[in-house]
């Protein structure tokens, strides 16, 4: 029972009592339809308030940054009684909370759609929907939360890339391409006890100590990315949308290099460090989804991704790393990698005016730059020839 339906319930008795009171026979129907109506609301509200089946259409599929997206609920009542009015209230994360009034579309059904316009990327979990009935009058409300959570995945919009800025010209690994190079090593597999005649370059001397006779290394052939794009997610360089920005010229790379069936992986400098290698249309899927949902949350710097120890991105073959800060160190990193031959590049994807003396360092030792701005066309900005930086 609502505040009104209250009221009106506390008016019926009070004026059956004056007309008890008063002898006024004139006010006892007066009351009887004061007091009959809250009793038929409420038995309205909850004759028709059984759990319906809820169904939601438009969420699941592909949608991309800047699209409009319908959402269409069903609702399918159980009850035998027809809810009086019925009303959902959805709510999808941060895109806030909808109100839609539900219109009969059948026996028993009923429908509404709305529309969420220019949705930005990110990953977006509905909760369920919270249906309202409620009388005419509004003297009896009830509400049913009901239906199946779910999210609305908002996928960057990537361009398609005929060539890189990285490709060509005194950056094209001295004349060879990087596809006929060997995309493997070899990694620790695990140790056993030394056979005679075999090297003691394959001596493992920790466990040789500990277990006090020699123990030799197990190596297995273990397979590298030819390509691996490392997406800075450092909260202190975001300024606007340039992590977006950043997000978009991270997805265009990967998918250029993936539909040349190249192995590439995905690195992105978060709080979690998720990584996603791609192999696969399966692979590339899960990609995507993590470009969707990824925040600029790193808690560490981006060179730290790039130690001896640091994993996919240190291990590639060819690296390409996108970022809004430029500091010595990741320059460093970047600079010890180009000088042992392996290969790098950098996307400047640009936050301020002020010039960065670090990317002409990076261009003097022959590391191919690419700067971007927000507004700018990535299909140009990332397939024309690097930028020279003042």
Known sequence: MTSRGRAVLVTGVVVYAAAWVFGSRALYPVATGLLLAVALAVAWVRLSSRPPHVSRYGAARDV????????????????????????????AGRLGERRVELLRSGLGA?????????????????????????????????????????????????VDLERLFSEGGAHAQEGRRLLLQRPTGFELHSVREYAHGESLRKVHWRSTARRGQLMVKELE??????????????????????????????????????????????????????SQPIATAAHWRRALELLAATEPTAQTPAFALLQADGGVAARS???????????????????????????????????????QPQLLRLQTVGIPVAVVRSGDDLAVALGAREVRVA
């Open 317 to 355: 073959l060819e690296l390409v790393v996108v970022t809004s800060r430029v500091d010595v160190h990741l320059v460093d990193r970047l600079v010890q990698r180009a000088l042992s031959r392996r290969g790098v590049s950098l996307v400047y994807v640009e936050t301020s005016p002020e010039p």
């Open 221 to 274: 052939d273990a397979p590298r990315d030819e390509v691996a794009v490392l997406l800075d997610g450092d909260a202190s360089a975001v300024v606007g949308d340039s992590f977006d920005v950043a997000v978009r010229v991270a997805g265009s790379i990967l998918q250029a290099h993936h539909r040349r069936s190249r192995r590439c992986a995905l690195v992105v400098n978060s709080a979690a460090r998720e």
């Open 110 to 158: 009923y429908r509404a759609v709305y529309e969420l316009c220019a949705v930005p990327r990110g990953r977006y979990p509905f909760e369920e929907v919270r249906l309202t009935i409620e009388d005419p009058f509004a003297l009896a409300r009830t509400e049913i939360v009901q239906g199946e959570r779910q999210a609305l995945v908002v996928y960057p919009r990537l």
């Open 64 to 91: 991309v940054e800047g699209d409009d997206v319908f959402v269409e609920l069903l609702i399918e009542t159980t009850s035998t009684v027809p809810p009086p009015t019925l009303v959902a209230h959805e709510r």
